[in-house]
């Protein structure tokens, strides 16, 4: 999982030639990113149907597979968001149709926890679901895709892995490169921080 599939710029989907934009046009409207985890034996299945289907559903629904819903750990959801994803998206079979017998209740358990953290740290709800889908479910899946969409385009950008814009001509406040102080030395190490930092780099790996 990279920063680049977060990447929400035009310029990535834009066909090779494609003249600029032009200086001091319109911002193109927002649109949130969802990362979407999905089963390999059902609900990545579901989207493949889909696709063959025709089925259309939102281009910024970026789609993650795992062998199974419980091999989602929380630290992949932080790392999503960290990466900059507006909604996270977990998927998989029916309780009673795992592949690895009661895994994806195991992962009911996790979101519900993950959930709640989550509520903790200012996240809405509605940025972290959970559907079910059988391989045979695609036209479900995409309507869920869609829903999703439209459920978190209201909230706005997440925010999560962004520097804030400064205004032209506008000084930096001392202190406000992480890692510095006010005079300009450099701040105490936090340990803490840097091995929470390398697990989620070991996420992305």
């Not at 406000?176 to 006010?182: C, D, F, Q, R």
Request: aromatic letters at 8%.
């Amino acid at each position: 999982m990279s920063e680049d599939v977060m990447s929400r710029t035009k310029a990535n989907d834009a066909p090779t030639g494609a003249a600029p934009a032009a200086t001091g046009a319109a911002p193109a409207p927002y649109e949130p990113v969802v990362l979407a985890f999905t089963c390999n034996w059902c609900s990545y299945r579901a989207a493949d149907l889909a696709g063959t289907a025709r089925v259309k559903y939102p281009p910024n629904v970026r789609l993650v597979r795992l062998m199974c819903s419980g091999r989602l750990d929380p630290t992949f959801v932080l790392k999503a968001f960290a990466s900059g994803a507006d909604g996270v998206l977990m998927t998989g079979c029916w309780p009673a149709d795992c592949h690895y017998r009661i895994q994806n209740v195991k992962a009911l358990r996790r979101f519900e926890l993950l959930r709640r953290v989550l509520g903790q740290l200012g996240i809405e709800p509605e940025r972290f679901q959970r559907f079910y889908a059988s391989a045979a479910e695609g036209r479900q899946l995409a309507a869920a895709f869609t829903r999703m969409i439209e459920e978190v385009r209201p909230l706005g950008p997440l925010g999560w892995g962004r520097l804030p814009e400064v205004a032209p001509g506008v000084e930096t406040p001392a202190g406000a490169v992480e890692g510095e102080t006010a005079a300009g030395e450099a701040a105490p190490a936090d340990e803490d921080a840097t091995t929470d930092t390398r697990a989620l780099e070991a996420v992305g790996s």
